[in-house]
Each structure stands twice: as C-alpha cells, then as structure tokens.
C-alpha cells in the first residue's frame, strides 16, 4: 500500500520546500559555474554527470538542495522524477524552475510499496512536491490512485484475491459512485453464462465462479462497455501448469483489476458515457467436476466451443463477457486481459498488446499512449488464421494446435463473441513487471491503462 494520494502532491502557495534543479548535460557545465567551489566538490564528489535519474545532493547555507539529471529540461516525461520520489529523503520538494507537468505521475507512483504482509511495514514520511498547476493535482493523482488499485490487486495471493474479494472491490466502487451492482452465480450464472460457470466450477466454494456487472451514468449518454478477465488463480486446469508457469499465476485476474481501475477513473471524472463494466471472476482449479480437453461448452453467444486446451481458460469466460456487452449495443467495448504467453514472447513484458477492428480506434489508443507515457503496440487480426480456430465437432476450438501468432489467434476467437459492426479494443497485457524501473516498482503493473483512460477522455469528455 502506498501514503494518502494527497499527500505526495501538494499547491505550490510558498511554503518552505526544498529545491530540485533539472539539469541536462548541455547545460551542467552553465551551471557548474554558477556553484561556490565548495558546492562544485560536493557534484564531483557525488560523480554527477547530468545522466538520467542522476542526482546529487548540494550544500547551501544551513540547508540542502538537490541537482537531477533530464534528458530535457524543457520537455519532462512522466518518469523522470520518478527515482527521487523514491528515494530522497521524506520532505517538501519544488522545481527550481518550470513545473512539473507530467512528470508528477512518476513522482507519486515511485512511492508506492505493498506492505500488506510485513510484519515491520517500513515506516517513512512523504516525499511531496510542489505544483503550480493546481488543476493538474486532481486527475493525476486519480491516475496514480487507479494505477495503485491494479498494483494492490495484482500483487495480492490468490486466497485473498479470489472471486469474492474481487467482488468486494467492485461494491465498494459502487457504493462510491451510487452505481447499479449485478452478480450472478449459482444456477443462474450456469444458465446465462455457461463456459464462465464450466470454466470456474471445480474451485472451492469459497472461490466460486461469478459474472460481476456494474452500471452508472445516463442512459441518454453513448455506452461504454469495460470488460476485464478474472481469473484469480490459473492452475492450467486439468492440462495443469508446471510448478514455474503457476508461479505468477495470481497476477492472472490483472484485466479485472485495470477493469477496475479504469470503470473508477470514468465515474470519478464524471465522463458523459453509461458505463458497463463487466467483470467475469472464476478460479481454474483441478478437481473431479473440472472442465475436460474433449468437452464441447456452450456459450452465452450460442456457439460451441469445444475444449482443446484447458489453460486457454481466459478466452471462454471473456466470451460470455463480451457477449453480454455487445447486447445493449455499445458505441465502444474495450477488453483487457492476461491472455497469452505469445504476447510476451512477441513484446515483452512493458508492451501490451493492442488489437482493435478499427484503425482509428488503435490509432487513438497508441497516440493517447505515447503522449502519457503507457504505450502499447498493435498486433494483427488477420482473417486468414480464422480457420485455425475451425473444430470437427463444434463451431470453433478454444485454442489452435500450431504454435504460430498464438496472441492473434486469441484475440480472433474473442471476435467471435463481438457483434459484428461493434467498435472493439482488447489489451492483452502483461499486469506485471519483472524488473524495477523509475517511477515503477517490481511487481502487479497497469499496463495500457492510462493510454486507454486518455483516449477515453478525449473521445467522450
């Protein structure tokens, strides 16, 4: 868990902080000049060079101000504060010059720690800082908030992560907007959501499957369909993962949890759309009433999927997700979720993939990535692998015995559960990352959130 959001980021109204000077390495040699010779020791000292994420401590007086390196002074990117939120000491800090802009995400983002099972929670004051903007406050810390809300879910075990607690979540986001809350389980979910009921039946009672809807807004407004996959545990069924493939398996209900996040920033902004937000939560379990290779599963569509491959699990509950989205006829679906290794042999774990039916749809979700710095990547839908999704027995497999596009072809069978002519995103996202960066810590990650939050902003606000 991570301090108050409100803490981190504060209105510059004068008050005593300390300062922080950008410098690129143009400009370190102007402003090593401009230093006692006492100050230039301490730079040297310290071996500032002005390289990214550098950053030095200086003596001035009775106190202290901090030198850090950009690639650009006059252009910051989301990250580069991203190392000093993280590790300068607790304390109010504020731009020499300029201010801060976007690089307030990464500022208060760094500074987040999941410390739900320490015994000794490490205990440090806030790093804040300072910003003039005061507008820009609210709707970045709403980010970091929404971006939070995937880290804690995500890096949550699957037994205090499972379908129940999922559903908490989204209640909890519904008292807070006074949106409408729909669960349905039991026989009911067997009847109108059958692969999510077959796809989650063999786990324990306490963990049992169930499709999450949640509905806010005026109806008059365009509808916006969220769909998020989620899958709290995934053992690969009875074609079981080994020990190592199940290692990470509890980040596997990371499309619900930006689902999530996302439905969150659209009702705190208030963006003029009805939302529907849906949220199939089921754990893949082994147990004698598990789904079988062989078996042919009815969908809420009315295609048959028959069972390839039980760890292709993902796919079957999105399609009774999409499903149901795609009846109230939205102007707009978007879909995210840990679906295939390929994705990640294809781009690595900080690229999600994008695939959409519409180029101006991927084109506004990739600039509205680039431009706050969560960017993602287009993989193809090519109608010419639709025939590896071809059955002998039903109207389409829910996994392709090749080895080929593994990413593409997941993402086609889902298209399958999209009515025709519906305007259409699917992330296929990673929801971890393996390796620390600025701004960044090692762990549950949003991935494809915020670009899709941004383009969402500028399509409906």
Not at 43 to 48: C, G, N, S, T, V
Not at 178 to 195: H, I, N, Q, S
Not at 326 to 349: C, H, M, N, Q, Y
Not at 376 to 389: G, I, S, V
Request: net charge negative.
């Amino acid at each position: 868990m991570m301090t108050d959001r409100n803490a981190l980021i504060q209105p510059d109204k004068d008050q005593p902080a300390t300062p922080i000077h950008l410098i690129g390495k143009d400009g370190l040699d102007t402003f090593v000049k401009g230093l006692s010779a006492p100050q230039r020791a301490a730079l040297a000292a310290q071996k500032f060079e002005g390289g990214g994420y550098e950053h030095a401590i200086v003596p001035e007086g009775d106190g202290w101000f901090v030198v850090a390196g950009v690639a650009n002074p006059e252009s910051l990117s989301s990250w580069c504060l991203g190392k000093l939120g993280e590790i300068l000491p607790a304390g109010t800090y504020r731009l020499a010059t300029g201010d801060p802009g976007k690089a307030l995400f990464g500022w208060a983002s760094g500074q987040y720690r999941f410390d739900r099972y320490r015994s000794e929670a490490k205990a440090e004051g806030p790093r804040v800082l300072l910003a003039r903007a005061v507008k820009a406050i609210s709707p970045v810390l709403a980010e970091v908030a929404a971006v939070n809300l995937v880290r804690d879910m995500v890096n949550t075990p699957a037994e205090d992560m499972g379908p129940q607690e999922i559903e908490q979540r989204a209640e909890m986001l519904a008292k807070a907007h006074k949106a409408e809350l729909k669960v349905t389980r039991g026989d009911a979910l067997e009847r109108e959501f059958p692969m999510v009921h077959m796809v989650g039946r063999a786990a324990a009672r306490s963990h049992s499957p169930r499709m999450i809807e949640l509905e806010w807004g005026d109806a008059k407004h365009p509808r916006l369909a969220i769909v998020g996959k989620g899958v709290c545990f995934d053992s690969g069924g009875l074609d079981i993962k080994p020990s190592s493939g199940m290692a990470l398996m509890k980040k596997d209900m990371g499309g619900a949890a930006h689902a999530l996040a996302l439905a969150s920033l659209v009702m705190e902004n208030h963006l003029p759309v009805r939302l529907h937000l849906l949220v199939p939560a089921v754990e893949n379990a082994v147990a004698g009433n598990a789904f079988r290779p062989g078996d042919v599963l009815k969908s809420r569509a009315g295609l048959s999927v028959e069972i390839t491959n039980t760890d292709a699990e993902g796919r079957l509950i999105l399609g009774d997700a999409l499903a149901r989205a795609g009846e109230e006829k939205p102007e707009l679906i978007v879909d995210f979720a840990t679906l295939t290794g390929a994705a990640r042999s294809a781009l690595g774990p900080d690229l999600p993939a994008l695939f959409a039916r519409r180029d101006d749809t991927a084109h506004a979700l990739l600039d509205a990535g680039l431009e706050v710095d969560d960017a993602c990547w287009r993989l193809p839908l090519p109608d010419a692998y639709r025939e590896w999704l071809k059955s002998d027995i039903a109207d389409l497999v829910n996994s392709h015995a090749n080895a080929f596009a593994g990413a593409s072809v997941a993402a086609l069978f889902l298209d399958r559960f999209v009515p025709e002519g519906t305007d259409w995103a699917h992330f296929d996202t990673f929801a971890w990352r393996p390796v620390a960066k600025p701004g960044r810590p090692k762990g549950g990650e949003a991935l494809g959130l915020r670009a899709t939050w941004a383009m969402l902003a500028q399509r409906f606000a």
